[in-house]
Nanobody, 123 residues
């Protein structure tokens, strides 16, 4: 099971750190992908942190404002976002590839998903 948290309502320029915690299995053995879905838009991949520690960033990833990291001790993957903008508003999900946990999720329905955490950036 994956559980996301850390979302909320923030003003433009604010920061949030989203967490993806795994229960029942070792997240370190898997690649974890962050996705987001804004209202009326398709879900899009943001970034994948590989089981070996590497990263795959997708077009939605803003390298100047986003950081993805993994904490082995707490079995958690983080998405740190700063200088938030209204266009960052979305529900953010973490996901694991069901067929091969060591590969990044492709966003398929049968992958392992959390329930999502809402990020709203508004003044």
């Amino acid at each position: 099971q994956l559980v996301e948290s850390g979302g909320g309502v923030v003003q433009p320029g604010g920061s949030l750190r989203l967490s993806c915690v795994a229960s029942g299995f070792n997240l370190d053995e898997n690649s974890v992908t962050w996705f987001r879905q804004a209202p009326g838009k398709e879900r899009e991949a943001v970034s994948c942190v590989g089981h070996s520690g590497g990263f795959t960033h997708y077009p939605a990833f803003d390298a100047g404002r986003y950081t993805v990291s993994r904490d082995t001790l707490s079995n958690t993957v983080y998405l740190q976002m700063r200088d938030l903008k209204p266009e960052d508003s979305a529900v953010y999900y973490c996901s694991i590839n069901w067929e091969n946990g060591r590969r990044c999720s492709k966003g398929r329905q049968n992958d392992v998903w959390g329930q999502g955490t809402q990020v709203t950036v508004s003044s």
